[in-house]
């Protein structure tokens, strides 16, 4: 199966499980940037990440090179900001919404604390899909490594297997 993982990451905990989901299914792995960085740093990382989440921005991102038709099965991945999907995913789904609508999706989210089962309810709604082919909600791998993630990924790659 020809599969893509797509993702943001601010800090590099949607980054580290991406990394391995592609490994494990042998997946291109795409990662996505917005053109203006958010602040990564003190009050105003979450003051200006958090309203652009809630707002439901979208904003430019730097030029990605993907094509859906190339894939079976997309797996997005993005942190979690404000219970909401982090903005850039959104822009990424909004330009390929389209050809995302037609294609076997999975989605994982990374948090610290809660608000992954709403950030991907909306994730769904976005896309106009009524249900993923695998999800997952990790709790900041790169920062807190647990078991509970690791166990969660192997059952994420498992499901989508088949
Ligand atoms: C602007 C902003 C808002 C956030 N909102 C939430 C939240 O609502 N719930 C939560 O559990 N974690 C929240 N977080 C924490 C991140 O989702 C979490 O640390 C995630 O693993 C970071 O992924 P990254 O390292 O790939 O950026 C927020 C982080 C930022 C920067």
């Known amino acids: 199966m020809r599969t893509a993982v797509v993702y943001y990451s601010m800090s590099g905990n949607t ?3 991406a ?3 592609a490994e494990a299914l042998s997946a291109d792995l795409i990662r996505i940037r917005p053109v203006r960085a958010y602040p990564d740093k003190g009050f105003r990382k979450f003051l200006r990440g958090g309203k652009s989440a809630c707002m439901a921005e979208t904003p430019e991102l730097e030029p990605y090179s993907f094509n859906a038709e190339a894939y079976d099965l997309i797996v997005l991945g ?9 903005p850039p995913v959104r822009t990424f789904v909004q330009e390929q919404r389209g050809a995302l609508k037609a294609k076997k999706i999975a989605a ?3 948090q610290s604390g809660s608000g992954g089962e709403k950030a991907l309810r909306n994730l769904a709604a976005c896309i106009g899909c009524d249900a993923f082919a695998a999800s997952m909600i990790l709790i900041d791998p790169k920062d ?3 078991p509970e993630n690791d166990r969660a990924v192997a059952a994420f790659v498992k499901r989508i297997r088949g």
């Open 15 to 17: 980054a580290i499980a």
């Open 19 to 21: 990394e391995k989901l």
């Open 78 to 86: 993005f942190p979690v900001w404000a219970a909401n999907i982090a």
């Open 108 to 110: 994982f989210a990374c």
């Open 144 to 146: 807190r490594p647990k």
